[in-house]
């Protein structure tokens, strides 16, 4: 699989995450993918995570 970024429309997200269901692809937030991010990280360290982890 590769990965893409593009920005959509807010008005139009509903219709892409429909469209990306139907064709099997999987879409997610961008905001879902740093709190995906934060929470494994928190998971495997003890040490607060930075700004800078983060980016």
């Given amino acids: 699989m590769e990965k893409l970024f593009v920005q959509i429309p807010k008005a139009d997200i509903a219709l892409a995450f429909a469209f990306a269901s139907r064709m099997g692809w999987k879409m997610e937030k961008h905001s879902d993918s740093i709190s995906r991010f934060v929470a494994k990280c928190r998971k495997n360290s003890t040490a607060p995570i930075t700004e ?4």
């Fill in 52 to 55: 800078d982890d983060i980016m």
